[in-house]
Nanobody, 118 residues
Framework: QVHLVESGGGLVQAGGSLRLTCRAPGMITSVFWGYTVGWFRQAPGKQRELVAR???????TYAESVKGRFTISRDSSRKTTSLQMNFLKPEDTAVYYC?????????WGQGTQVTVSS
C-alpha cells in the first residue's frame, strides 16, 4: 500500500490561485516512473471527476472546464505531482484528490478542500 500525502488546499477569492502538491514518500523512484498521476475533484452532491492527469510518458489530459487555467506537473526525482490552479472560479470548489494509477492498481490521497469565494 502506497501512502499519498496532499497539501496546498484552502480558501481563495475568485480569480486567485492555489497550488496543490501530492507526494509519495514511501514509493521507490523507479516505481514512480511507471505511474499515471492525476487529480480528481468531488463537489457536494456530485460525482468525482477527472481534473487533470499526466502519464509516465508525459501525455497530459485536462478537463475542458480547467483548460487554460490549471497546469499539472510531475517530478519523478521527488515522487510528486502538482496542480497549479489559476483564475479560480466558485465552481472549482470541491475536495481535490490525487491519484496514482498503473494497470489495475490505484492509490488515492486523503483529499484536500479547495473553496473559492465569489
Amino acid at each position: 500500500q502506497v501512502h499519498l500525502v496532499e497539501s496546498g488546499g484552502g480558501l481563495v477569492q475568485a480569480g486567485g490561485s492555489l497550488r496543490l502538491t501530492c507526494r509519495a514518500p514511501g514509493m521507490i523512484t523507479s516505481v514512480f516512473w511507471g505511474y499515471t498521476v492525476g487529480w480528481f475533484r468531488q463537489a457536494p452532491g456530485k460525482q468525482r471527476e477527472l481534473v487533470a492527469r499526466i502519464t509516465s510518458g508525459g501525455e497530459i489530459t485536462y478537463a475542458e472546464s480547467v483548460k487554460g487555467r490549471f497546469t499539472i506537473s510531475r517530478d519523478s526525482s521527488r515522487k510528486t505531482t502538482s496542480l497549479q490552479m489559476n483564475f479560480l472560479k466558485p465552481e472549482d470548489t470541491a475536495v481535490y484528490y490525487c491519484n496514482f494509477a498503473k494497470g489495475s492498481v490505484d492509490y488515492w490521497g486523503q483529499g484536500t478542500q479547495v473553496t473559492v469565494s465569489s
